[in-house]
C-alpha cells in the first residue's frame, strides 16, 4: 500500500508508460536537430505537450513553457536568473528547500529575504505581508501547499497583492499541480513551477516553468548550450523557448508527460481532488480514534491537500514508519521532509513527522489497514 503520493505518485497510469517505451522503441530522435520524420514526430509531442501545460494552467502562450528536469531545477533558474544584488523577497514560512537553499545561496550575493509569518496549522498570515514590504522587494515566492501539513496558501489573495503593489508572483505547484485548479491569469502568476512526477502523474526527470511574456526577458538564462536555432551564433537565443532550454531534452520524459496530462484532463483534476480528499477525510476521523496521536496541521479536509502529516509519544516515528512497511506493506515517508522551518512552524521540529499523502487510485480498504496497523504498532 503506497502513501508516499507526495513524494512522488505511484502508480501511474498505464499509458504514461506506453508513451515512454513508444518513444524509445519507435522515435528515438532528438527535436531541432535532425530533418526527418521521426524528428518531427517528436517535435509535434513536445508542442502538443506545451499546449497541454497551458490547458491545465489557462495561459495562452506555449512557447512560454520551459522544460526542464525538475521542479528544484526550475527554481533555481528563476531565482537565480532574476535576482540580483539589493533584491529582497518575501516567502511563506512554509517553504520547501527547493526554494530555501537557492535563496540562502543568493544571500552571498546580496540578496535578501523575509519569512511571512504562518500559524502552527500552516495557514498563511496575509495581514503580516505589508509590513514586511520594503523598497527594494521585488517578488513574492510561494509554495501553493505545505507538503509536510497538506494546508494551502491563498495564492489567489497573494497573487492579487502583487499586482497591486508592482512584485512578481512565483508559485511552486509541486503540491498541487494536477491536483487543485490553478489559472496563471486569474491568480495573478507571473511565473509557476512545475515538475511531472507527482500530482502531474508523469515520470520522473521531466519538469519545467512557465513564464509571462513580461517576466522572461527579465530572467537571466542559468544554463546555455545549443538549441538548434541560430546555429550561426554563440550568442543565447532572446526568444521563447530557447532562452532556457538549452542541450538535450528528456524526451521520453516528454512522452510520458504528454500521455499523463491527457489522462488528467480526460479524467478531470477535480474528480480526482474529491477522491483523495474522501479518502484523506476517513483517515483523519480515524486517526482520532486512536490515543496519543496527534495530527499536524488542519485537523479535517478544509483547505488543504491530501498530506496528513502525525506525531506521536509511544513509538519513535522512523520505527512506526519501518514496521508500517516492514510488517503491513504499508509505505511512508518520515522525517523532515525538506522543509525545515515549516517543521519550526508547525512545532515539529527537530523529530519531524511521519506523513501519508494518498493517491486517487489509493481506496478505502488501504485506508482502514493502514489505521488498524498504526494502532497496533503504538499499542505494541
Known sequence: MYFDN???????????????VHYMQSIGANISRGGYESAYTADEIVIETRELICELFNYPNCKNV??????????NMILKGFLHNGDHVLVSAMEHN???????QLQTSGVEFDRIPCTEDGELLFEEVP?????NTKAIVMTHASNVCGT???IQKVGSFCKEQGLAFIIDSAQTAGVIPIDMQAMGIDVL???????????QGIGGFITTEAMFPLINPLISGGTGSLSHTEEVPGFMPDRFEAGTMNLPGIFGLHAALRYLLETGIDKI???????????LKKLKSLPDIRIIGRPDITNRTAVVSIQTTKRDLAEISFELDNRYGVMTRVGLHCAPNAHKTLKTYPTGTLRFSFGHYNTNKEVDYSIEAIRRITDG
Not at 513551477?193 to 515520470?203: E, I, N, Q, S, V
Request: charge should be positive; aromatic fraction near 6%; hydrophobic fraction near 45%.
Open 6 to 20: 507526495a513524494c512522488t505518485t505511484f502508480p501511474k497510469p498505464a499509458s504514461v508508460s506506453a508513451a515512454v
Open 66 to 75: 520551459i522544460f526542464t528536469p525538475n521542479i528544484t531545477t526550475s527554481l
Open 98 to 104: 527547493a526554494v530555501m537553499r537557492p535563496l540562502i
Open 131 to 135: 509590513r514586511l514590504l520594503r523598497p
Open 152 to 154: 494551502l496558501l491563498p
Open 193 to 203: 513551477a512545475f515538475t511531472g512526477h507527482k500530482g502531474l502523474l508523469g515520470p
Open 273 to 283: 481532488r474529491e477522491k483523495e480528499l474522501e479518502l484523506t477525510a476517513r483517515f
